[in-house]
Every structure is written in structure tokens, then in C-alpha cells.
């Protein structure tokens, strides 16, 4: 099993938002970033992701998430008038993937991005990183484990 990090703006998607999804799941889309997109095409079915609110006050890690369906095209890429639409983008020249994703747990708290910032186990993270936007990146399974203490209190 691999573990990521997946960030979302609250305001376009949040983790309440796929907790009342069907069956807890939905499709991870509109990942327009080239590193971004080949992290989602490595990620394997059952790998486990931290769900984070980026752009939120406060910016926090809130849940985990399981991949229930490895990489396939985005569609939305080149669908007419959509928020992701890509003009590159074709069903036989897709560019962009997605995977879907299911609501494994809502942490009991949230982990803002300051008291991250302060755990030293998570040194490394790219999430920490200064400067760093992908919005989708790898965990070591050492960080994804301090993630679940310190959501549990820890």
C-alpha cells in the first residue's frame, strides 16, 4: 500500500461534501498540474490518501480517503464550458486523469497547517514544504501513521 495527500478547497469540494456523496465516494478531478496527474496515475487501488483542506481558514489535514479505482481520463477535460476543460484535451488525446476516491474517516479534529509545521516526525513532508502547490503528492507511510496519532490525540 502507498500513501498520498490530496488537497481540496472546502468551498469546492470538502470532506462533508463526500461524506453525503453515494456510498462515500466520488471522483478526484480537475488536476491540472503534470507531477500532480502522474501521482494519480501511480495510485493503486486500496492505497489510502490524508484529505486536506487547502486554501481554508485554517488550511488542515481533515480525513483519510481509500482509492477504489485506479487512474482513468478526466472527462471533464473536454467537456464543453467546464471548470476543467482543457481546449489540448480529447477522449483520443485525454492528458488528464482521475480516481475515485471513498471516505475512510473524518478526524476527530482537525490538523491545522501551523501545529503541523511544529511536529518534527513530519519533517520531509511536502506538504511543509515552503512554496510547494502540488496538489497531490506521496506520503511515506511514517508521516501517514503521525497523521492518524495526532488526529487521535496522540
Not at 58 to 76: L, N, Q, R, S, T
Not at 113 to 130: D, F, H, I, Q, S
Request: charged letters at 30%; glycine letters at 6%.
Amino acid at each position: 500500500m502507498h500513501y498520498w495527500l490530496l488537497k481540496s478547497e472546502p468551498s469546492t469540494f470538502s470532506i462533508d461534501d463526500l461524506a453525503r456523496a453515494a456510498r462515500k465516494t466520488t471522483c478526484w478531478e480537475g488536476v491540472r498540474n503534470y507531477q500532480a496527474r502522474n501521482f494519480l496515475q501511480a495510485m493503486k487501488r486500496g492505497d489510502r490518501a490524508i484529505f486536506y483542506h487547502s486554501n481554508a481558514k485554517p488550511p488542515a489535514a481533515v480525513g483519510i480517503v481509500e482509492v477504489v479505482k485506479e487512474a482513468y481520463p478526466d472527462h471533464f477535460a473536454w467537456k464543453d464550458g467546464h471548470k476543467y476543460q482543457d481546449p489540448k484535451a480529447s477522449p483520443e488525446k485525454p492528458i488528464w486523469s482521475m480516481v475515485d476516491v471513498k471516505l475512510v474517516e473524518i478526524f476527530p479534529r482537525e490538523l491545522p497547517l501551523e501545529e503541523l509545521r511544529g511536529v518534527k516526525a513530519l519533517e520531509g513532508l511536502e506538504l511543509l514544504r515552503r512554496g510547494s502547490r502540488l496538489s497531490v503528492h506521496p506520503v511515506s507511510a511514517q508521516h501517514f501513521k503521525v497523521f492518524q496519532r495526532l488526529a487521535a490525540g496522540k
